[in-house]
């Protein structure tokens, strides 16, 4: 019983870690981060 408590978080947690994984990947590939977050303004600042 107690195993298989174990062996459920573990599944649970791994399939958080990739959920996690896909969508910072999905921002940008290189660096997980597109600049274009709510609360981030990298995106809407013009480069000189």
């Given at each position: 019983m107690l195993a298989d408590i174990v062996l459920a978080g573990?599944?649970?947690l791994y399939c958080g870690y990739?959920?996690?994984r896909q969508i910072k990947k999905?921002?940008?590939p290189k660096t997980g981060c597109s600049g274009c977050c709510s609360s981030c303004h990298g995106c809407?600042?013009?480069?000189?």
């Open positions: 573990g599944i649970c990739v959920i996690y999905r921002k940008n809407s600042h013009d480069k000189p």
